[in-house]
Nanobody, 122 residues
Framework: QVQLAESGGGLVQPGASLRLSCAVS????????MGWYRRAPGQQRELVAA???????HYATSVKDRFTISRDNAKNTMYLQMNSLKPEDTAVYYC????????????????WGQGTQVTVSS
């Protein structure tokens, strides 16, 4: 049974940092491409960042140079380091996994976590 569990969300002030984690079980983590999505209230889900099994990364323009996606295959865990957070980063953040990078990028992945809330507010 595939399980993805996000953690690390919270309430922070603008300009602060957070690191999200996505712990994965039930799949061969090292052979899966991974991604972070977010859904803000009243908006559609959007891709934040993605990382291939080989470590190549892709970022949404809105988070480039502020967020860093990474993975630790030994720990079956993916991370999202978020710096210089803005109120518009407020959303529920989800992690996803799929053997196909296109599925991750287009949001058609087979496996999703339950999400973790990130709120950026003064």
């Amino acid at each position: 049974q595939v399980q993805l569990a996000e953690s690390g969300g919270g309430l922070v002030q603008p300009g602060a940092s957070l690191r999200l984690s996505c712990a994965v079980s039930g799949i061969i983590f090292s052979k899966h491409d991974m991604g972070w999505y977010r859904r803000a209230p009243g908006q559609q889900r959007e891709l934040v960042a993605a990382i291939t099994s080989g470590g190549s990364t892709h970022y949404a323009t809105s988070v480039k140079d502020r967020f860093t996606i990474s993975r630790d295959n030994a720990k079956n865990t993916m991370y999202l380091q978020m710096n210089s957070l803005k109120p518009e980063d407020t959303a529920v953040y989800y992690c996803t996994a799929d053997p196909n990078f296109r599925a991750v990028v287009f949001g058609t992945s087979g496996s999703w976590g339950q999400g973790t809330q990130v709120t950026v507010s003064s």
